[in-house]
């Protein structure tokens, strides 16, 4: 397989290139935890939204980073989810998907700055189904972007606020983002290239 | 899965999934805004030729929380009374741009006529054919069942919350359905659906309702309720609703007279007594209160008869979101 390096990637993985690794996604984490905070002048009105599947497990790390980043958090109060299955407008075009668990916080999400975490930031339809999702739910004060990567390709004005990597892919390829809570490991890879 | 019929074509997997869709459902219906934009743009058509407000109601609402337009079409006074046949009736519909038909018939196999290819080429859901199959009433008691039975040290009167159960069945779990079982299509789907979940089914009914073939069907059969309770101990109790017009001679004359089959088959106060402690009560409703149930044992913190109305709605929402939120195209297109 070539071109190994072409976008900074440690290593050559079964399932495609490993562009970062699980100190790479630690490390990425604990940057937008501090830029969260920074932004945000502290912690103390943030809720913190994953979107099934792995940005859950995702949201749930950074919801421990920002409380060791300032210490008013708590991140079990801060810690939502958010299926936007049933908000997807390309439903009639898939199999019908499992749909999964919404879970607000206690805190409610009323005048809260809500920061939604996502694996990989692509077309921006995900993040706009997440948008109608929490209208539903109630009215945020802001509501920001956390994505691990983005790999471009947007169809809609959307972008992140915090990006743990952008990663410029072409469309034949697929990025794979591996989290130990599902996958027994952490790991970002870039698969389709050459295949 | 393409349409809806009969609980019978439903595999465990399915019908797991089915349960698990409907407890994502209820999950939204606690919400302050229940609506859902999943299905909008799409049309279902409530064709009722039985009149049936509480199935229709339930259909009707289940549609509109997920943002589908409904039309509802009822043989009473329309064309249908003048002679119009049930294919007419459906090419008319597949001409309007139905998505998808929720049907009720007083024939059996209806559904299944409306469903063979060609005639409408969208989901058809069964909602109640003659007495043959409920599928959706099913999957709400089941979903009931499964609620309240996944924890069954839980204090009856206390509603489990809608993630109770999900991913499981109902294996090992002891359901005893009562009443008028020949003439029932809700008995006729739960004890498919119940059986294919695993759980165990007991038929009670006098010797005169039990349908000829019963020993076929994946259940037991008993005559006498009181010692199915005592030695049994189901874990939960389906009352079904006696037919008014079938208690007379002339109606049919299957039991002697109503007050008989009350003392013989009717879950009074005593018969509440011996259920065992998380076992709980249901009614596919209307009840005749005093008849098949004492409005003591309907108003006890073990029936759940309020609740399965309202599961109902997840359930048919359940039902139209997984026969319809994926492209329907024709086999032959």
Known sequence: MSGVDAHGGSGVHPDGVEVLGEADIARALTRIAHEIVERNKGGSDLVVMGIPTRGVALAQRL???????????????????????????????????????????????????????????????????????LQDLGRPKAVQLAALVDRGHRELPIRPDYVGKNLPTSLSEKVRVHVREHDGHDGVTIVGQDQ | ??????????????????????????????????????????????????????????????????????????????????????????????????????????????????????????????????????????????????????????????????????????????????????????????????????????????????PVGVHTWPCSVSYDFTSTLTQWQPDAVMMLRVQRERMSAAGGGFFPSPAEYSRQYGLDAARLQMLADHAIVLHPGPMNRGLEISAQAADSPRSVIVEQVANGVAARMAVLYLLLASEQTPATV
């Not at chain 2, 294996?171 to 004890?191: C, E, F, P």
């Open chain 2, 1 to 210: 899965m393409r349409h809806l019929l009969s609980t019978k074509d439903l595999s465990h997997e399915e019908a797991v999934l089915l349960l698990d869709t409907t407890a994502a459902m209820a999950a939204t219906q606690g919400r302050e805004i229940k609506k859902l934009p999943t299905l909008r743009g799409r049309t279902v058509v409530n064709l009722f030729f039985e009149d049936s407000t509480r199935t229709r109601i339930s259909f009707e609402t289940a549609a509109k929380r997920l943002s589908a337009d409904v039309i509802n079409f009822s043989a009473k006074g329309s064309s249908v009374s003048k002679g119009e046949s049930l294919k007419d009736t459906a090419l008319t519909l597949k001409a309007m741009g139905a998505d998808a038909v929720v049907v009720r018939h007083h024939a059996s196999g209806a559904p299944h006529f409306l469903a063979q290819p060609g005639l409408l080429d969208v989901p058809v859901i069964n909602a109640g054919d003659g007495t043959h199959q409920h599928p959706t009433q099913a999957l709400l008691d089941a979903f009931t069942l499964r609620r309240h039975l996944a924890n069954t040290s839980a204090n009856p009167g206390q509603v489990p919350g809608v993630d109770a159960g999900v991913g499981h069945d109902l294996a090992g779990r002891k359901i005893a359905i009562v009443g008028d079982v020949l003439h029932s299509r809700v008995a006729r789907a739960n004890v498919a659906l119940l059986a294919t979940l695993g759980a165990h089914v007991t038929l009670v009914a006098p010797p005169t309702l039990v």
């Open chain 1, 63 to 133: 919801a421990h980073r920002l409380a060791s980043v300032d210490r008013s958090v708590d991140p079990q109060r801060v810690l939502g989810t958010l299926d936007v299955t049933m908000y997807r407008d390309d439903l009639h075009r898939q199999p019908p998907r499992t749909i999964g668990r919404t879970r607000v916080p206690e805190v409610g999400l009323d005048g809260k700055v809500v920061v939604l975490v996502d694996d990989v930031l692509f077309s921006g339809r995900t993040i706009r189904a997440a948008l109608d999702a």
